[in-house]
């Protein structure tokens, strides 16, 4: 189960980041094409505006090597004028010089060129096909593909004659850019995927811990629970049959019975009320009701009905409460924490014994402790005592379901305070709560 779950995750995460990764990918890709689109598109506009107002006369070309030479120049067309740029080995048009994939070319209304720029890089018969590819498309700018090469064109009507311009780009580069941008993503997409495959392992394996603790929690619990519950049915199912076979005797003869059967019924009820508490305070559904009250004169009627309990065990109760402290709480809740500490030291006391309440202000907080000189707990319990069905005592024979300590952990903790314990086996067991004047939960 847990490994379907773990395969689960972890794939729903890696397709989580594959989405991303595809989407980071294609819109990088598309900015970029974009980008390069829309600068080509006014590198060619620009030429186009200046050409027609007569600023630019030819695009010359571009050498490495020092200057051009006049034979550096394409041969002229037959029965074109003379390039005048031709004999000016040093010209360069304003503004900054074009790139080396762009050129231009003039044509009459008939479509014949009559002026092509210098850096035309095309033989005769190519430059008539793109050009006429370019006469003849109906939109002013556009791109077509022309021997395996995509072009783009841009053309406008000359002002000074008839005619036409047309400026074409070379968008080799521009692809073989894209591409290699298209392929660099790809890469760090396929990278970062596994990646991402080996980080979603590793946190669908932590993940789980946490699910596994729950389960197996929740697994103790309906367990111990089941447990609990079914030794208290065994016992009144067990003294029933013992009085319905003495159907003749009177109930006062049968009362040994019935008081087990009472007693049981008690013992059950109180563990069914601590389950319900537990079940409503892990769905938030436990809701205390703070209000102010005097610590020493609620936790004075909280040790009363002990009294009774103490002087039947011979065991001397001491209370030592501080007077004047005021508390902010639900008063029942820890009202039900004190029973529960002070039951579980009547329980495990012996004879003789002694059990004392200490109520004092530490600083800004109550400070309640519950000492007794009972039996104590050894060390390797004393971190478990707080567990939910948790027992020193694994055979259950002082009473008690194991939930007490941890409803009063829960209590106090809401409070917003804490609750420790401290023993040494032989000696006895003291458990100190601490919970702010004025709680912030």
């Not at 495959?197 to 309906?222: C, T, V």
């Not at 001397?316 to 029973?339: F, H, N, R, S, W």
Request: with cysteine; hydrophobic share 40%.
């Amino acid at each position: 189960m847990f490994q379907k779950l773990r395969l689960k995750m972890t794939l729903i995460n890696v397709a989580i980041m594959l989405a991303l990764f595809f989407l980071l990918i294609c819109g990088t890709y598309f900015f970029a094409k974009n980008d390069m689109s829309r600068h080509t598109e006014a590198f060619a506009q620009r030429i186009v505006t200046e050409v027609q107002s007569g600023i630019l006369q030819d695009l010359p070309l571009r050498f490495a090597n020092g200057p051009r030479k006049e034979g550096d120049f394409p041969p002229k067309l037959p029965g074109s004028p003379p390039n005048p740029q031709a004999k000016a080995p040093g010209f360069m048009p304003p503004g900054p010089p074009p790139g080396p994939t762009f050129f231009f070319i003039k044509t009459t209304p008939g479509g014949s060129i009559f002026f092509q720029s210098s850096n035309q890089p095309l033989e005769t018969h190519a430059l008539s096909a793109i050009t006429e590819k370019a006469l003849q498309a109906s939109a002013d700018q556009g791109t077509f593909l022309f021997d395996d090469t995509t072009y783009f064109y841009r053309k406008g009507s000359l002002i000074d004659q008839p005619g036409t311009v047309i400026v074409f780009h070379d968008a080799t580069q521009e692809a073989n850019m894209l591409q290699l941008v298209l392929t660099t993503l790809i890469a760090v997409g396929l990278v970062c995927a596994l990646l991402s495959f080996g980080a979603s392992f590793y946190m669908a394996n932590r993940a789980m811990i946490p699910i596994k603790e729950a389960w197996q929690q929740q697994h103790d619990f309906l367990s111990n629970a089941s447990h609990e519950l079914r030794t208290p049915l065994t016992v009144i199912q067990t003294n029933l049959d013992i009085v319905r076979e003495s159907l003749d005797e009177t109930v006062a003869s049968q009362i040994k019975w019935l008081d087990n059967i009472q007693e049981e019924s008690i013992c059950m009820k109180n563990m069914v009320n601590s389950l319900l508490f537990l079940a409503r305070a892990d769905s938030k559904q436990q809701t205390p009701k703070r209000n102010l009250f005097p610590a020493d004169i609620i936790f004075s009627e909280t040790i009363a009905p002990f009294e009774a309990i103490a002087k039947q065990k011979n065991l001397t109760l001491d209370m030592q409460l501080a007077p004047g402290i005021e508390g902010y709480g639900d008063v029942a809740q820890l009202k039900q924490v004190l029973a529960i500490l002070l039951d579980n030291a009547s329980r495990h006391t012996a004879p003789g014994g002694k059990i004392t309440v200490a109520l004092s202000q530490l600083n800004s907080k109550i400070q309640l402790t519950v000492a007794d000189t009972g039996e104590g707990i050894e060390a390797n319990h004393l971190e478990r005592i707080f567990d939910r069905f948790y027992q020193v005592d694994e055979s259950r024979n002082k009473g008690g379901s194991g939930l007490g300590l941890s409803i009063a952990k829960w209590i106090i903790e809401n409070h917003g305070g804490s609750i420790t314990a401290d023993s040494t086996p032989g000696v006895g067991t003291a458990f100190t709560i601490l919970i702010p004047l004025m709680s912030k939960v």
